[in-house]
């Protein structure tokens, strides 16, 4: 079987698919999406093919910390985006170990998957993108420096990790994927945005890489790090009513010049900067899904009038809130 998960501790069949790579190559988009219901817990499942790209989507709620055994057939590129909860994953077909948190991801290349996913909370979100190698080495081949020696290694049938730790995901990168899950158009169109996605990933974490490279100055330490991912964190959980620049560092542990300086470092963007974009970021999402109305996201997200909100998105997004949702 192409793809199958079993139950580290009795062997239990999971979750299983007969698709491989060569199924990728379809011209017309294939989707699927299905809600599960198993001894392990509860999970909705999405995935999308085509022209030898795949992307999938998966949200589960455990029962318990548990360690699921895989097996896949798949020869692919391997874009993991871990949205929520911690997972150590090891392919023991290519020797690679690797740990990701919530808002982490990586970039890897095997030659199929046979190892384990410890799931280390209950709560787990999950967006990846596959490239078949051909279609990987005709996009990124000419891309920047770590993804042409990325590109050089798959070449040479290297199976490997692209950066031993997990890298904290991006406000684009996350508003990219959320797009992606919220897309609205049908058919041939469907299709369109859905590769235009895939080449924004892409680059976005390419350019993540790049930039992770790059010298750090004001968060050096893993400490640092850890801090400054606690105010991001906190900045989100309290959209409606953010805390001042001084209460966020005295939350944080940090002195303001260090959660200015290093905030910006490792997000790049000023502390409201990225809160005003994560904003406006969750309120298309929610009007291109019918969530809420205009009104409501402006009061909910901590803006002073729906006329502000209102011109806030206009300008970030082209368009009003009132004209998205009605589309």
Same mark, same amino acid.
């Given at each position: 079987?192409?793809?199958?998960?079993? %139950?580290?501790?009795?062997?239990?069949?999971?979750?299983?698919?007969? $698709?491989?790579?060569?199924?990728?190559?379809?011209?017309?988009?294939?989707?699927?999406? /299905?809600?599960?219901?198993?001894?392990?817990? +509860?999970?909705?499942?999405?995935?999308?093919?085509?022209?030898?790209?795949?992307?999938?989507?998966?949200? !589960?709620?455990?029962?318990?910390?548990?360690?699921?055994? !895989?097996?896949?057939?798949?020869?692919?590129?391997?874009? %993991?985006?871990?949205?929520?909860?911690?997972?150590?994953?090891?392919?023991? /077909?290519?020797?690679?170990?690797?740990?990701?948190?919530? $808002?982490?991801?990586?970039?890897?290349?095997?030659?199929?998957?046979?190892?384990?996913?410890?799931?280390?909370? #209950?709560?787990?979100?999950?967006?990846?993108?596959?490239?078949?190698?051909?279609?990987?080495?005709?996009?990124?081949?000419?891309?920047?420096?770590?993804?042409?020696?990325?590109?050089?290694?798959?070449?040479?049938?290297?199976?490997?990790?692209?950066?031993?730790?997990?890298?904290?995901?991006?406000?684009?990168?996350?508003?990219?994927?959320?797009?992606?899950?919220?897309?609205?158009?049908?058919?041939?169109?469907?299709?369109? =945005?859905?590769?235009?996605?895939?080449?924004?990933?892409?680059?976005?974490?390419?350019?993540? *890489?790049?930039?992770?490279?790059?010298?750090?100055?004001?968060?050096?330490?893993?400490?640092?790090?850890?801090?400054? #991912?606690?105010?991001?964190?906190?900045?989100?959980? %309290?959209?409606?009513?953010?805390?001042?620049?001084?209460? @966020?560092?005295?939350?944080?542990?940090?002195?303001?010049?260090?959660?200015? +300086?290093?905030?910006?470092? @490792? =997000?790049?963007?000023?502390?409201?900067?990225?809160?005003?974009? $994560?904003?406006?970021?969750?309120?298309?999402?929610?009007?291109?899904?019918?969530? +809420?109305?205009?009104?409501?996201?402006? *009061?909910?997200?901590? $803006?002073?009038?729906?006329?502000?909100?209102?011109?806030? *998105? +206009?300008?970030?997004?082209?368009?009003?809130?009132?004209?998205?949702?009605?589309?």
């Amino acid at each position: 079987m192409p793809l199958e998960v079993r %139950h580290h501790g009795d062997q239990r069949l999971i979750h299983g698919n007969d $698709y491989v790579a060569s199924d990728f190559q379809v011209s017309d988009l294939v989707e699927q999406a /299905r809600e599960l219901d198993l001894p392990v817990g +509860k999970g909705y499942l999405a995935h999308w093919y085509f022209d030898g790209i795949r992307m999938a989507y998966a949200r !589960w709620h455990y029962h318990e910390p548990f360690t699921a055994e !895989w097996r896949a057939d798949l020869d692919v590129v391997h874009l %993991h985006f871990n949205l929520r909860g911690r997972v150590i994953i090891e392919n023991r /077909r290519a020797n690679t170990l690797v740990q990701l948190e919530s $808002y982490q991801h990586n970039l890897s290349y095997a030659h199929g998957f046979e190892g384990t996913m410890r799931h280390e909370e #209950l709560e787990s979100e999950t967006f990846i993108l596959q490239f078949t190698k051909p279609a990987f080495l005709a996009l990124a081949q000419h891309a920047n420096e770590p993804l042409r020696r990325f590109c050089a290694a798959v070449l040479e049938g290297q199976q490997l990790v692209l950066n031993p730790q997990g890298l904290h995901l991006n406000l684009p990168l996350h508003t990219a994927i959320r797009e992606v899950l919220s897309c609205r158009f049908v058919g041939p169109l469907k299709k369109l =945005f859905l590769y235009s996605k895939a080449l924004e990933i892409l680059v976005l974490q390419a350019d993540a *890489f790049e930039q992770a490279q790059a010298s750090r100055r004001h968060a050096r330490t893993d400490h640092d790090q850890e801090r400054l #991912l606690f105010a991001r964190d906190y900045l989100v959980q %309290h959209l409606a009513l953010p805390p001042s620049l001084p209460e @966020l560092a005295r939350l944080a542990g940090l002195n303001e010049f260090k959660l200015k +300086k290093g905030f910006k470092e @490792l =997000f790049g963007q000023t502390v409201f900067g990225y809160l005003s974009d $994560y904003r406006l970021a969750d309120a298309k999402a929610q009007l291109q899904e019918r969530q +809420k109305t205009a009104s409501e996201l402006a *009061f909910e997200l901590g $803006y002073s009038s729906v006329q502000h909100f209102s011109a806030a *998105f +206009k300008k970030k997004f082209g368009i009003s809130p009132t004209a998205l949702r009605g589309r």
